[in-house]
């Protein structure tokens, strides 16, 4: 599997506790992984962020009411154990696999295998417990996001988030409606700049490969950023003791 360009960048980790993210920031429920099965602890919680990650996330919803007060971030997927990536690494692999006619227990196929693994690769990080190279949503600092109205209706930026292919790329419509002309594509392009945009003047980082992914202090953002060194490493430790107060937004 090709290795991601952040993946040996350097980790000083700051220790920021992981704490619950307020009900104020909408969530699309169920979670998608837990309704998959994925092994989550006894009462684990996924929706929690390192505090400066939740702090940042909560300045993003700000600048998104100013720019549009009838729409607000709606969150799909934040911290993930990595036991969890784990299961939808490989969860991801055999659905590639079933769409694709691939038996996976025929060891002839093996060329196609890689090609599976490598292109799952490219959107989901290596599950692995090495404290050198955690995957991003383990950290506590990346969060998988979209646009929704004030009712809870996701819209509609082009693509499912979690899809294998060329349309999660963040400016995968930018570049289709300026050769072909498209209302539709337009709009899509303008709705994943506004996203990116609002996350961005927070001080989040982009994955190059995903609209909806955004971190900060974790090694993509490092990368991306052009920091010395990230400030998140993988974590498991969840603070009760630590809350946010609810974010007031002018009306």
């Not at 190279?133 to 499912?160: Q, V």
């Not at 001080?203 to 990230?230: I, M, T």
Request: proline share 8%.
């Amino acid at each position: 599997m090709k290795l991601k360009p952040w993946i040996n960048l350097k980790i000083n980790e700051c220790n920021e506790p992981l704490i619950s993210i307020p009900e104020s920031i909408f969530r699309l429920t169920p979670h998608p992984y837990m309704s998959l099965g994925a092994p989550y602890l006894t009462g684990s919680d996924p929706w929690v962020l390192r505090l400066g990650v939740l702090k940042r996330l909560i300045q993003a919803q700000q600048y998104l009411f100013e720019k549009n007060p009838h729409l607000q971030l709606a969150l799909f997927d934040a911290w993930r154990p990595i036991s969890v990536q784990k299961f939808m690494f490989n969860y991801t692999i055999q659905e590639i696999c079933r769409s694709k006619g691939i038996d996976i227990h025929n060891l002839s196929l093996d060329v196609d295998m890689a090609d599976v693994i490598e292109e799952v690769g490219r959107f989901w990080a290596k599950p692995t417990y090495n404290p050198l190279t955690p995957p991003p949503h383990s950290t506590g600092a990346a969060i998988d996001l979209t646009l929704a109205d004030m009712n809870g209706k996701p819209l509609d930026l082009g693509g499912e988030i979690d899809f294998i292919g060329p349309e999660s790329t963040p400016d995968f419509y930018k570049n289709k409606y300026s050769i072909i002309p498209s209302t539709r594509n337009q709009i899509f392009h303008c709705r994943r700049s506004l996203l990116f945009s609002v996350m961005e003047r927070a001080g989040f980082a982009q994955h190059p490969n995903e609209w909806w992914h955004f971190s900060y202090g974790d090694q993509l953002w490092s990368w991306v950023r052009k920091k010395k060194n990230a400030i998140y490493g993988a974590s498991q430790e969840v603070s009760k003791d630590i809350t946010l107060s609810e974010p007031s937004f002018v009306t």
